[in-house]
C-alpha cells in the first residue's frame, strides 16, 4: 500500500493518511496482523514531520484500526474493519442528530425532516 499526499487539498495530511489507511483496511488491501511502517521511516518516506504521521497513527489507534506494540511495530487490529463501520455509524448518527437538532430549532417538524432524509438518500435533487 502507497500513501499518497496531495499538499494542494484543504484536507489536512494527518487526515489523509489515516483515510488512505482506513480505505484500504475496507478494501482488504491491508488486513488483520499487517505491519504498518514506524513513524519516522513514513514520515521520511513522504518527506513529512514525524509529529504529523504521530497524529494519523494516534487517530487510528483511538478508532481500534491498529495497534502498537512498542518496538514490535504497529500493526492493524484483528477486528479493524468492524472498528471502522462502527465508528463511521457512530459519526454518522452524532452528524444527523445535529443536523437535526438544527433543522428542528428552525421550526421543522419530525415528518418534514425523514421526508427531506428520504429524498436525499433516494437521490432527490432540487
Known sequence: MEIEINNNSPEPVY?????QIVKAVCLQQLVPGDSLPPIRQLA???ELNHNTVAKAYKLLESQRVIH???RKGT???PDALANIKLYQQQQATYQLKTLAASFQSRGMTHHEINQLLS???NGYQE
Do not use: P, S, V
Not at 487526515?15 to 483515510?19: A, D, L, V, Y
Open 68 to 70: 502498537t506494540a512498542g
Open 119 to 121: 429524498d436525499c438518500a
Open 75 to 77: 500493526f492493524i487490529q
Open 44 to 46: 521520511n518516506d513522504l
Open 15 to 19: 487526515e489523509q493518511i489515516e483515510r
